[in-house]
Every structure is written in C-alpha cells, then in structure tokens.
C-alpha cells in the first residue's frame, strides 16, 4: 500500500465458522484501529468492510476465517481468507427490496481498491481504505492487543 507508513503495523485474527464471527471481527478492527490513531468515522467504515467480508467467508464459503489488518498510518488494508478456493465472490446487482447480496458493492463503495487473491487451499478477499478524517498516530502506544479471552468464534494467531 502506498500510503504506508514506515511504521506499518500488521495484526492476524482467526475465527471459526459462526454467526457470530463478523461481530468479532468488528470489535476487533475497531480496537486496532483506535489505537493506531483513526478517528471514530473511519474506524466504523473499516469495521462494516471487516464485517462484509468476514460475512462473506461464514455464509458463503461456509468455512473458518482468518482476518489480516495491515495498517499504515492513514491506510489499512483487510484481508479475509476461507478455505473456499473455489467459490468466487461475485457481486450482485443491487436490489434494496431484497434481504443479502450487498456486502460486495457495499465493500466496493466504502474502499478504494478491493480484489480477490487465488491461494492453493484458500481465496483472500481484500480491500483497501484510507482514513478520510483527520489521522492522529497514538504516541508511543504500542497496538498490540490484550491477551484475555477471546470473544465467542474467534481463535487467537
């Protein structure tokens, strides 16, 4: 990411398949995001990202996920892999009258870049935001997450 700074800071989260893995995933993002200096608005349009796509890979895929977060100062890229190499995610034509199929476009309008990256066993399903509001680093503060634990679908890296 080009907007990186030379302090980039890089955070895995493992969750198993369940409902309540993207719920997780949101409070988790939101914690790293909050301490790296992002100002609320942005750390909600990262988590509703995180949520989409961890969404994704519970529902669709049907498999466990792992959420990668690599943040750069005013620039985070997620990252969701499954283990559903070959189940594409394809975005639908938007129909506001029916329940689902907006987690795609919804990522797609909230990020500036977003993809699909083919692995052996596993797809990763990616995008990439930049903050909007003002980006304040948290000084000498160390983003590194409590160990408690962990909350319900989520296994620790």
Known sequence: MSDMDDQAHDETFHFTCDPH???SARRLVAV????RGWHERDVERAQLAASELVTNAVVHAKTDATLRLQVGGPAVRLE???AAPTH???????DLRQVGGLGLPLVAALSRAWGVERRPSAK????????????R?????DAGRSRGAPARGLRYA
Request: glycine share 2%; aromatic share 8%; hydrophobic share 45%.
């Open 21 to 23: 893995a993207p719920r």
């Open 32 to 35: 790293v995001l909050r301490r």
């Open 80 to 82: 969701v892999s499954d």
């Open 88 to 94: 594409d995610p394809v975005p639908r034509d938007t």
């Open 124 to 135: 990763a399903v990616w995008c990439e935001l930049v903050a909007a509001f003002p980006f």
């Open 137 to 141: 680093p948290a000084p000498g503060r």
